[in-house]
């Protein structure tokens, strides 16, 4: 149990030594509709045919008017774009353009505070509390040092989505833990970004990047909805 008091006496300083530290949970929201489940599709069916039974019949010569209204020589044949896009073919965790109906999210390589003997781990992009006005604006700082700009991201919320207290592994005696805050920010309108300030980068979906977590998959299947 650890006792609950305030992070911030006043905008900008923390009460105590204790580091805090702003993770961003940046996403990519699902450009296509998700497959239906066939549970679903088979209840919709049946409700579509139950509906057929009592529906208003309208007389002939009103449909065939309607009917004729929507003829000319104007016609768009539409084609459905793939689903299954190149990118997941190749299974290239760095393009967006992959897994189309599931959310993905950005996973960096490289430094991390906490991390063991400084060695480079996978992590969300973070940042250690200085002077910012709020922990939101830490969260930005973040973000921004890994892709340059933040026009085509929109941060959801001022509050953070969750939080976890971490204890460095190493030396657990002498080592402070520290706060953890996760911020989520949507990409908006953009298919690629030039991630920097790491080692290598992927976008993962849920189900992949418990891989990358194993000891806190439990938390993030809780914070994490899809």
Not at 143 to 157: K, R
Request: glycine fraction near 4%; charged fraction near 25%; hydrophobic fraction near 35%.
């Amino acid at each position: 149990m650890f006792t609950v008091r305030p992070l911030l006496t006043r905008r900008g300083f923390s009460t105590s030594t204790e580091k805090l530290v702003a993770s961003v949970l940046f996403e990519r929201l699902p450009v296509v509709i998700p497959k239906i489940d066939p549970i679903v599709y088979a209840f919709q069916e049946f409700s579509f045919r139950w509906r057929q039974q009592y529906q208003r019949r309208y007389p002939d010569e009103f449909l065939d008017k309607s009917d004729a209204r929507g003829k000319g020589d104007y016609q768009i044949d539409y084609v459905p774009a793939p689903r299954v896009t190149e990118a997941d073919k190749n299974n290239d965790q760095k393009s967006l353009q992959r897994a189309l109906d599931r959310r993905l999210y950005l996973l960096i390589y490289g430094n991390a505070y906490g991390a063991p003997s400084g060695k480079p781990v996978w992590h969300f992009p973070e940042k250690v509390y200085e002077s910012e006005d709020t922990m939101r604006k830490c969260a930005e700082s973040a973000l921004n040092s890994v892709i340059g700009d933040l026009s085509n991201t929109y941060f959801v919320g001022n509050a953070p989505m969750a939080h976890m207290v971490v204890h460095p592994k190493e030396d657990p005696s002498g080592s402070t833990p520290f706060k953890k805050f996760f911020f989520k920010s949507q990409v908006i309108a953009k298919n690629k970004f030039n991630i920097g300030k790491c080692e290598d980068f992927v976008w993962v979906t849920k189900d992949e990047l418990m891989e990358y977590f194993p000891e806190q998959s439990e938390f993030f299947n809780k914070m994490i909805i899809s």
